[in-house]
């Protein structure tokens, strides 16, 4: 039993719990390795008949992967001088591919997968969740993809799951970071069940009493019976602005879009996407445009050269800086200004890396 994860067994359920609840069961490398393996086996256990990841205590899911442990191995490497932040055996290569060929190994999984989202859940814990079949919300969960914000850009399939959110819903949810809780979970499709935490414990219960030869329909059918209805979605109530805002093909559109329409929200939005690094709502809006017609094994290799052109450049190392280093919360992104965001910086990011590419 690992001190980072733990599994067990009831009934016909298999069953790994995040456990960091310190870090709000922020997903380590350690972890990630841990939890590749172990679905590989119950997968291959004819004794298993579904498969349930939940994070310990109330606060996290998961609050998304050590950015932290990445930043600090790319800022040795760039000190150093010596070698790539894409060479094999570096954390700044090996996170993001394990990661997200655990992401991939999750969204191809053969067994029913149960994730149960009850609190924070951001970045890497939407790629423990959302590539499953079923996702149990809460009262208390809380979802975003917050990379812009840390120079990033929203990963773990979010290229493929962030585009096919109902309208432009998905693009204002990359582009600004927004905080979501469970009524626009469910109506955003990233819960496909809303259960109240105190029923939890009911729903395992019911889960182990399945036999192991229990086939996806039985599962879904159990879910359904413990489903409620979270209530009305405040993101469907913005629905309408948001797609007429969010619909362009460049970031200085949106922008545009946003200053016409000059309401409470859309200068309270300009403000917020004023924040971020310009370099990554550039790529990151190329990124979901893109993944309007890509599958998600076509996108998953373009995300990871996308990770790979952000370790290469300023913007990430920044972001965690002022976010978890020295906690100023005043990035000096570079470039500074949207204009100054070249075509060729973004098209930099999604170069193929030739043998270091994503090997699936």
């Excluded at 149960?114 to 970045?123: L, R």
């Excluded at 729903?203 to 209530?231: C, I, K, M, N």
Aim: proline fraction near 5%; glycine fraction near 12%; include cysteine.
């Amino acid at each position: 039993m690992s001190s980072e994860i733990h599994f067990g067994r009831y009934g016909a359920v298999g069953e790994a719990v995040l456990a960091r609840p310190k870090a709000l069961n922020a997903l380590s490398l350690d972890m990630i390795r841990e939890l590749g393996p172990w679905l590989g086996k119950q997968q291959e256990d004819p004794e298993v008949a579904a498969i349930v990841v939940s994070g310990e205590g109330d606060r996290a899911f998961c609050a998304g992967g050590d950015v932290r442990a990445v930043y600090d191995a790319g800022i040795a490497i760039k000190a150093g001088g010596e070698g790539s932040v894409s060479d094999p055996g570096t954390m700044t290569a090996d996170f993001f591919r394990e990661e997200y060929n655990l992401n991939r190994a999750i969204h191809h999984c053969t067994k029913p997968y149960i994730a149960i989202v009850d609190g924070i859940s951001m970045g890497g814990g939407l790629g423990l969740s959302f590539h499953g079949l079923i996702r149990v919300i809460t009262e208390r969960t809380l979802f975003a993809m917050p990379e812009t914000g840390i120079g990033l850009f929203p990963d773990v399939g979010g290229g493929w799951f962030l585009p096919r959110m109902p309208g432009e819903t998905g693009t204002y949810l990359a582009l600004t970071g927004h905080r979501c809780g469970p009524a626009d979970a469910m109506y955003l499709g990233y819960g496909t069940h809303y259960v109240p935490s105190e029923s939890l414990d009911a729903l395992r219960s019911a889960l182990g009493s399945l036999p192991a030869d229990a086939g996806e329909e039985a599962v879904v059918s159990l879910l359904d019976t413990f489903g409620q209805d979270p209530g009305p979605a405040p993101i469907a109530e913005r629905r309408s602005a948001i797609d007429d805002c969010f619909d362009g093909d460049t970031v200085q559109e949106i922008f545009d879009a946003l200053a016409a329409h000059d309401t409470d929200w859309t200068r309270a939005t300009l403000q917020t996407l004023g924040r971020m690094s310009p370099t990554s709502l550039a790529v990151t809006l190329a990124q979901l445009r893109m993944g309007r017609a890509m599958d998600y094994d076509e996108m998953v290799r373009i995300e990871y050269r996308l990770s790979q052109g952000c370790m290469r450049g300023h913007d990430f190392y920044e972001g965690i800086r002022a976010l978890l280093v020295d906690k100023d919360k005043s990035p000096r992104w570079a470039p500074a200004r949207l204009a100054d965001v070249t075509k060729e910086i973004v098209e930099d990011h999604f170069k193929p890396l030739g043998a270091n590419d994503l090997s699936i």
